[in-house]
């Protein structure tokens, strides 16, 4: 694949699109995520952190990202 072949990923439940050949954390970065401050749900499971540079996205993936938010007295 080339660098500037887009694919279409759902993102928390929205089509979007980004570069084919991605791993999950560049894939995050893409999206505007700060990868350590998010949890991800990928294709239905929640996938551990240490997961994430081995796995690539690909075509019609699915990525529920929740943001990590501090706060509290």
Same mark, same amino acid.
């Given at each position: 694949?080339?660098?500037? =072949?887009? !694919?279409?990923?759902?993102?928390?439940?929205?089509?979007?699109?980004?570069?084919?050949?991605?791993?999950? =954390? *560049? *894939?995050?970065?893409? /999206?505007?995520?700060?990868?350590?401050?998010?949890? @991800?749900? /990928?294709?239905?499971? !929640?996938?551990?952190? *240490?997961?994430?540079?081995?796995?690539? @996205?690909? =075509?019609?993936?699915?990525?529920?990202?929740?943001? !990590? @938010?501090?706060?509290? /007295?």
């Amino acid at each position: 694949m080339s660098a500037a =072949e887009m !694919i279409a990923v759902l993102l928390n439940g929205e089509q979007r699109s980004c570069p084919a050949g991605l791993d999950l =954390e *560049a *894939a995050l970065r893409h /999206f505007g995520y700060e990868p350590r401050l998010v949890v @991800v749900e /990928f294709n239905g499971a !929640i996938l551990p952190r *240490a997961h994430w540079p081995d796995q690539l @996205v690909r =075509e019609a993936d699915g990525l529920e990202v929740v943001t !990590i @938010v501090g706060g509290g /007295f």
